[in-house]
Every structure is written in structure tokens, then in C-alpha cells.
């Protein structure tokens, strides 16, 4: 059975830091490229970073570039987003997904998410 | 950036069919993917491609993708398909992915 399931969030002050983390199983990880997707609370999906199956490739939004780093480890077959610098407006929900083989842009698994709050 | 743009919300009668629009400049030349969110659910994905479904996707729910706007098309629209559907691409130029507003799909 295919599942993403996400970790790691709560309640941090501005400034702060977290580091949400995403296990899989189900599938060969190695095989696909992730991404992480948010949702402010109340609004619409918010695309916020990408990383391909081999690690070797990672893309930002603009409002997290800088901020946020996204990283793999395909031995332990989990993803990770590491939030520094963490402002009000990052407060949402964090989703984990996986990205499809056949369309690599679209996300074709996703997690329950995990909440994270600024405050 | 790139911009999609979805309507707000759309109601739909049940067993009549929903016509959901995001417009983009050339969205034609981009692959189009759509995604339903119900209340306090995870996204699922119901096409992808401008055209194609996942596996376990009903069959009512189709795609396309044109000039400037591409179609979430739901036919004999049922109260389960009450949600929020959203739009996505892949932007080239700027490298990001890209997600339309959403649209808040009632069925009366």
C-alpha cells in the first residue's frame, strides 16, 4: 500500500526554526522525485519545493527560497524540509507528495499533511 | 510568475454536468494537471496531462486543454463531488510549479 505520512510540525515563534520530515512506503522511493506542497489556513495550494529522485536537483518558491531546504535520504527512504527564518505567513498546512512517473510535475500521492503554526 | 486563474466557486445541479476553467496565457502549450480537495482532505489528483486519470478516477471526470484555458469536465455531477478543485502546471521559465486559485464546486 502506497503512503506518505509527515511529521514534525507545531508551534514555533517568528524567527524559529523546524524541520518536517516525510516517511514513505509502498514504493521504491529512489525511483521518485518529491515535493513539498502547503495550504495557509482557508486558502489555496501553495507549490514550495521539489527534489529529484537522485537528490541532485532542488527547486524553490520565491517566498521560501533562501528560508527553507529540502533534502533525501533514499537509504532511510524519507524526505525532509528544513523551515528557518519562519514568519507568520508560513503558518499552514505541509503536505509531502509524491510525484508522478508518468507526469513528473503532478503530485499523484499525497500525505494527510502536518500543521504548522507561527505564531 | 506564471498565473493560473479558476473561478471562485461554481453549483452545479446533481446529474448536470460541471465545467471548471483555468485560464492561463498559452496554457495550451503546458500540460495541465487537477486536482479534487474535499473538506479537510488531502488533494487527490483526477487528471493529469490535460487529459489522462489515474487509475481508480471515474470516468466522469475528463480534461482539456486549449489557446488559453484549459476544462475540468464532470459529468452527472453527484453530491460526493462537492469540493475544491484546483488547477496546476509547470512553469519552465522560472522553474516553479504553479497552482490555480481553486474552485469551490457545489452541487445544489
Known amino acids: 500500500q502506497v503512503n506518505v505520512v509527515e511529521s514534525g510540525g507545531g508551534l514555533v515563534e517568528p524567527g524559529g526554526s523546524l524541520r518536517l520530515s516525510c516517511a514513505v512506503s509502498?514504493?521504491?522511493?529512489?525511483?521518485?522525485?518529491m515535493s513539498w506542497i502547503r495550504q495557509a489556513p482557508g486558502k489555496g495550494l501553495e507549490w514550495i519545493s521539489y527534489?529529484?529522485?537522485?537528490?541532485?536537483?532542488?527547486y524553490y518558491a520565491d517566498s521560501v527560497r533562501g528560508r527553507f531546504s529540502i533534502s533525501r535520504d533514499n537509504a532511510k527512504r524519507s524526505l525532509s524540509l528544513q523551515l528557518s527564518s519562519l514568519r507568520v505567513e508560513d503558518t499552514a498546512v505541509y503536505y509531502c507528495?509524491?510525484?508522478?512517473?508518468?507526469?513528473?510535475?503532478?503530485?499523484?500521492?499525497w500525505g494527510q499533511g502536518t500543521m504548522v503554526i507561527v505564531s | 510568475s506564471y498565473v493560473l486563474t479558476q473561478p471562485p466557486s461554481l453549483s452545479v445541479a446533481p446529474g448536470m454536468t460541471a465545467r471548471i476553467t483555468c485560464g492561463g496565457n498559452?496554457?495550451?502549450?503546458?500540460?495541465v494537471h487537477w486536482y479534487q480537495q474535499g473538506p479537510g482532505q488531502a488533494p487527490v489528483l483526477v487528471v493529469y496531462?490535460?487529459?489522462d486519470r489515474p487509475s481508480g478516477i471515474s470516468e466522469r471526470f475528463s480534461g482539456s486543454n486549449s489557446g488559453n484555458t484549459a476544462t475540468l469536465t464532470i459529468t452527472r455531477v453527484e453530491a460526493g463531488d462537492e469540493a475544491d478543485y484546483y488547477c496546476?502546471?509547470?512553469?519552465?521559465?522560472?522553474?516553479?510549479?504553479?497552482f490555480g486559485g481553486g474552485t469551490k464546486l457545489t452541487v445544489l
Open positions: 507528495a509524491r510525484d508522478s512517473l508518468t507526469a513528473g510535475d503532478a503530485s499523484d500521492v
Open positions: 509502498g514504493f521504491i522511493f529512489s525511483d521518485y522525485h
Open positions: 527534489i529529484t529522485d537522485s537528490g541532485s536537483a532542488k
Open positions: 498559452n496554457i495550451g502549450t503546458k500540460s
Open positions: 496531462s490535460d487529459s
Open positions: 496546476q502546471v509547470w512553469d519552465s521559465s522560472s522553474e516553479h510549479r504553479v
